[in-house]
Nanobody, 115 residues
Framework: QVQLVESGGGLVQSGGSLRLSCAASRSILSINTMGWYRQAPGKQRELVATVTSGGRLNYADSVKGRFTISRDISKNTVFLQMNGLKPEDTAVYYC?????????WGQGTQVTVSS
């Protein structure tokens, strides 16, 4: 079992940057995969980026080259650095931790990009 606390959302202009943080209640090395999903109004939740316990990274094509997922193992925290933000990146961003194929979701943080 794990609890997740997210922070870092907000309002930013197009082309700007934000960094999201997700702090886990246990060692992130014990979590198979951590990452970020997002859900825009009227759309399905979609993958943004993930990192496995072994450090393998995965990104959605729509964010490659703009977003970077990273982690601080000593703080049990995963980050999502978002650069070059676009209005279409506007969504609620959710942190997710997957243990033995069972996902635990954070509460979500709103990211709004104005044009």
């Amino acid at each position: 079992q794990v609890q997740l606390v997210e922070s870092g959302g907000g309002l930013v202009q197009s082309g700007g940057s934000l960094r999201l943080s997700c702090a886990a209640s246990r060692s992130i090395l014990s979590i198979n995969t951590m990452g970020w999903y997002r859900q825009a109004p009227g759309k399905q939740r979609e993958l943004v980026a993930t990192v496995t316990s072994g450090g393998r990274l995965n990104y959605a094509d729509s964010v490659k080259g703009r977003f970077t997922i990273s982690r601080d193992i000593s703080k049990n925290t995963v980050f999502l650095q978002m650069n070059g933000l676009k209005p279409e990146d506007t969504a609620v961003y959710y942190c997710v931790a997957t243990l033995d194929t069972f996902p635990t979701w954070g509460q979500g943080t709103q990211v709004t990009v104005s044009s």
